[in-house]
């Protein structure tokens, strides 16, 4: 019980900050100058964003956790990137087609806000997964509708978008966006992330030159 209250407990009670300066068109010329197929799977993330941004946001949770578990395949990092860990940028791991748990996260952490949901709706959740009798460290995204609601969980490794209580395989370890660090998924925030986690902190400066944020 104390767990499933780490999850529902979350969200800081404050307004919600400004949208995120996203630029589909520097997206676009990015990849562009990248490769070829990058500019192809960018166009289609670009028009994935345009079509969600007219529609509720539940759906938009749907459309782009789908689209980034089709468009992925689970890798390890020392596959992909030949370094044991690596967080990629959307258009990285596009590029790649390939992905860990926290690429699957970042891709759509970064999405979403691209739709105009608002960065303090989401957290990005280290978590321990029980999977095949093992307990593994794990990535998810987390969505609040509302400060203090319980938060839906988008996850490479089950398809559908779930309410928390319906993941008990999951434990929250400590959650963070662009806007704080939290232990857990706690009220109480740890600092800002762009200190403690460098490959956070090297990751959004990614993601800015992109034109995603």
């Known amino acids: 019980m104390r767990r499933r209250l780490w999850w529902w407990g979350a969200l800081l009670a404050c307004a919600w900050p400004a949208l995120a300066a996203y630029d589909a068109a520097r997206v676009l010329e990015v990849a562009a100058a990248r490769n070829p197929r990058l500019a192809e799977q960018a166009q289609a993330l670009v028009s994935q964003i345009e079509r969600d941004s007219a529609l509720d946001e539940l759906q938009r949770l749907k459309d782009i956790n789908d689209f980034f578990n089709r468009r992925l395949e689970f890798k390890e990092d020392l596959v992909v990137w030949g370094v044991p860990d690596y967080w990629a940028s959307p258009l990285e791991s596009l590029d790649k087609r390939a992905g860990d748990c926290e690429d699957y996260a970042i891709g759509k952490y970064f999405s979403l806000a691209a739709t105009g949901v608002p960065t303090a709706k989401l957290r990005m959740v280290y978590v321990r997964a029980r999977l095949g009798g093992q307990s593994l460290a794990h990535m998810v995204l987390a969505y609040y509708a509302q400060p203090g609601a319980e938060p839906l969980i988008l996850d490479n490794l089950r398809p559908e978008v779930l309410p928390a209580s319906q993941r008990p395989d999951l434990t929250p370890v400590f959650s963070f966006n662009t ?23 090297e990751l959004v400066a990614k993601v800015k030159v992109e034109g995603f944020f």
């Open 179 to 201: 806007e704080g660090l939290w232990q857990g998924v706690g009220q109480v925030t740890q600092g800002d992330p762009l200190a403690r986690l460098s490959l956070w902190r």
